[in-house]
């Protein structure tokens, strides 16, 4: 089945920016729901942005206006993770994962509903 490999995590200071890849073994992002989750210590996982097979995409409140999801035309295997303005609040391991083989476009932040993860990178936002 997809593997998921996650990279682009490391140390920052407070207000800067991160940019985070997701990169699968084969082509998902115009198949399958494809996310962005976070474990920050000391708490539960939680999702941060989403994208369905059509491109549409769906960000946590907590996030929301400073994170985005990009992609590449034509490298339907990567998904990007931009951050700015991170805070310490931001830090923890960021994971990504994909309800895959499971067609529909309604893609949530359950951390049930997906059933391949990656196996995390570490951002830490000091001050």
């Known amino acids: 089945q997809v593997q998921l490999v996650e990279s682009g995590g490391g140390s920052v200071q407070v207000g800067g920016s991160l940019t985070l890849s997701c990169t699968a073994t084969e082509n998902i992002l115009d198949k399958y729901c494809v996310a962005w989750f976070r474990q920050r210590p000391g708490k539960e996982r939680e999702g941060v942005a989403n994208?369905?097979?059509?491109?549409?995409?769906?960000y946590a409140d907590a996030v929301m206006g400073r994170f985005s999801i990009s992609t590449v035309i034509d490298e339907k295997n990567i998904l990007y993770l931009n951050m700015h303005n991170l805070s310490p609040g931001d830090t923890g391991v960021y994971y990504c994962?994909?309800?895959?083989?499971?067609?529909?476009?309604?893609?949530?932040?359950?951390?049930?509903?997906?059933?391949?993860w990656g196996q995390g990178t570490q951002v830490t936002v000091s001050s």
């Open positions: 994208t369905n097979p059509y491109g549409a995409t769906n």
């Open positions: 994962a994909t309800k895959y083989r499971a067609q529909g476009y309604m893609c949530g932040f359950t951390t049930g509903f997906y059933n391949v």
